[in-house]
């Protein structure tokens, strides 16, 4: 989630002095080896086993699942419903821009978007951190998983609600976790007898025939720090935006909206930053703007943690 320079909302260094990967399909083949170890961390049975639990216990109900990624990319499932998670691979992805998983109707799918191993491997050999060794638009990745689920889940980020889903997808962006930081989100169905709370749908007839591969215009919503994750997600949402969440420390109470980030063509990973970093406004990327966005590219909302 980091940006380039007058993008940046957590004050990062701007420049970057380190070249592009020059062998990407090493990040590739890392990427795909990485999905093969993922449920074979002690935490998840392998891809057959986790079928075969599948087949096993189709009857029983939905209770919870973690999904635990670390700084370094590493990914770990875990919880009383973890046989009801499928691996949906893993792809390098650049620019910022989402890799379109396919979703199975009546699933539910998690999206990762994470450091590959090859990346974070040569950032400790250097002794440095990934982000810091090379450009995040070139070897950032997205890992997915299928959660077999018929039920509302609840979605919590480090602890902190975000919101009820079902047949429905959740994005999580780990990429500016910094050294020995654990992104959690865990997926919980009610207990206690409790009915789910239905959540807004992912979009609504105007959206359904919008052509997500076309950049258009929306308006700038005003958000301010502290503001319920609810409310923006349902703001995002009237513009037909894509979204996803990442966490970050201070800036708001915890597991409230810190920031938004909508994606803006032109350079990558540009962004409009509501509310902006240092209460400074950049001209035309105020509340009630029109801007042009990339649909390619969700919109982040970063909640307190």
């Excluded at 958000?223 to 201070?250: F, I, M, N």
């Amino acid at each position: 989630m980091r940006t380039h320079r007058h993008d940046n909302p957590h004050g990062d260094s701007h420049d970057n002095p380190h070249p592009p990967l020059r062998h990407p399909a090493t990040l590739v083949g890392a990427a795909a080896a990485l999905v093969a170890a993922l449920l074979g961390t002690g935490c998840d049975p392998a891809p057959g086993a986790a079928a075969a639990s599948e087949a096993k216990g189709a009857g029983a109900a939905f209770s919870a699942v973690r999904f635990a990624v670390d700084a370094r990319g590493g990914i770990q499932v875990s919880g009383a419903s973890r046989t009801a998670v499928a691996p949906a691979g893993t792809h390098v992805v650049s620019a910022g821009r989402a890799h379109p998983f396919a979703r199975p109707a009546g699933k539910l799918l998690v999206v990762l978007r994470h450091w590959p191993q090859a990346v974070t491997e040569r950032a400790s050999r250097a002794g440095a951190r990934a982000p810091e060794l090379l450009p995040p638009e070139e070897v950032q990745a997205e890992t997915g998983f299928l959660v077999d689920t018929a039920q509302w889940v609840r979605a919590d980020l480090d602890g902190h609600p975000l919101q009820w889903l079902r047949r429905d997808t959740i994005r999580i962006d780990t990429t500016n976790a910094a050294s020995g930081d654990l992104a959690r989100l865990t997926l919980s169905a009610p207990h206690g007898g409790r009915p789910g709370q239905p959540a807004p749908p992912p979009s609504g007839p105007a959206c359904v025939d919008l052509d997500q591969r076309t950049n258009r215009n929306v308006v700038l919503p005003a958000v301010e720090a502290g503001a319920p994750v609810t409310d923006v997600l349902a703001s995002l949402r009237t513009q037909c935006l894509k979204v996803q969440y990442a966490s970050h420390s201070g800036g708001a109470r915890p597991g409230t909206v810190r920031q938004i980030l909508v994606p803006l063509t032109g350079q990558p990973l540009a962004v409009a930053v509501a509310p902006p970093p240092d209460g400074i406004d950049v001209p035309g990327r105020t509340p009630g703007s029109t801007v042009r966005v990339d649909p390619g590219r969700p919109a982040t909302i970063v909640v307190a943690r």
